[in-house]
């Protein structure tokens, strides 16, 4: 599976931003997709997650509430909505394929390359 990660930009504390991944290779709508951050300084961490059903998502508790995962399996695309952003969300995001529903980054096994999120105070 390849990964495209794109949206990305600079936002308003309290707007919105929305990042999209676009896959191909094998069968996108087996996978469990992910989204992770990882801002300067700081190891990266589990943003979101959707089930290959599309009937289970997980969230962080920083994002929950904030933060919609969705995905697309006839555009083989997964999306991450972003409101009310926070200076704190500024990071490089990632999206990720894995076989399993699970938080954890060892679970994924196909990597985008990255698409900036920045949020002015």
């Known amino acids: 599976v390849q990964l495209q990660a794109s949206g990305g930009g600079l936002a308003q504390t309290g707007g919105s931003l929305r990042v999209s991944c676009a896959a191909s290779?094998?069968?996108?709508?087996?996978?469990?997709m992910g989204w992770f951050r990882q801002a300067p300084g700081k190891e990266r961490e589990f943003v979101a997650a959707?089930?290959?059903?599309?009937?289970?998502?997980i969230y962080a508790d920083s994002v929950k509430g904030r933060f919609t995962i969705s995905r697309d399996n006839a555009k083989n695309t997964v999306y991450l909505q972003m409101n009310s952003l926070k200076p704190e969300d500024t990071a490089v995001y990632y999206c990720?394929?894995?076989?399993?529903?699970?938080?954890?980054?060892?679970?994924?096994?196909?990597w985008g390359q990255g698409t900036q999120v920045t949020v002015s105070s």
């Open positions: 990720a394929a894995a076989s399993y529903f699970g938080r954890s980054s060892q679970a994924y096994d196909y």
């Open positions: 290779g094998r069968t996108f709508s087996r996978y469990t």
């Open positions: 959707i089930s290959w059903s599309d009937r289970g998502t």
